[in-house]
């Protein structure tokens, strides 16, 4: 594996973005019920350039996207979320870009308390959280977009 570098989400990615984000493949585990829209694509990164969201790429290709949204910038919570696209999937590129963005968060904010959610399918991801000490708190069953029930579990780390 190259190695990674990380830019701060910008317009310039729109046409990737969507790419991922309307990639049934990759939404299938993520929360979003259905593949995005270049408008919806467009709409969710000018909400996501708000927040320490970064996009992942090896050299100049485009391999995903990671960040932690504000969830309460007071108590310095935030949401960790990452997709990366198929080809880079099980060759250890989130477990990089996962370690690069908690090493950012907590150079930046003093006691970071990060979240994240996990549909039980995506057993990388859980492998993933696990590995980096966060614990699961709950779990819940929401119909997904598809119209069938997902298991999603929300994960803690606190250190």
């Known amino acids: 594996m190259s190695a990674l570098h990380y830019q701060p989400l ?8 969507h ?3 309307s990639n049934p493949t990759v939404i299938r585990y993520t929360g979003m019920p259905q593949p995005c829209t270049r408008e ?3 709409h969710k990164l000018l909400c996501l350039q708000q927040s320490d969201v970064f996009v992942i790429l090896q050299q100049h290709t485009f391999v995903g996207i990671i ?58 991801s859980e492998a993933i959280l696990r590995h980096f000490h966060f614990t699961c708190q709950s779990q819940w069953e929401p119909l997904h977009g598809t119209g069938a029930l997902a298991v999603i579990r929300h994960y803690i780390l606190t250190e």
């Open 10 to 17: 910008e317009e310039q990615y729109l046409d990737d973005l």
């Open 67 to 124: 960040g932690c949204p504000v969830i309460d910038l007071q108590t310095e919570q935030f949401g960790l979320f990452y997709q990366l696209e198929p080809v880079f999937w099980g060759q250890g590129y989130a477990t990089a870009a996962v370690r690069w963005m908690l090493d950012f968060m907590k150079e930046k904010y003093t006691h970071p308390i990060l979240y994240a959610d996990v549909i039980t399918a995506n057993t990388a």
């Open 19 to 21: 790419r991922l984000w």
């Open 40 to 42: 919806q694509t467009r």
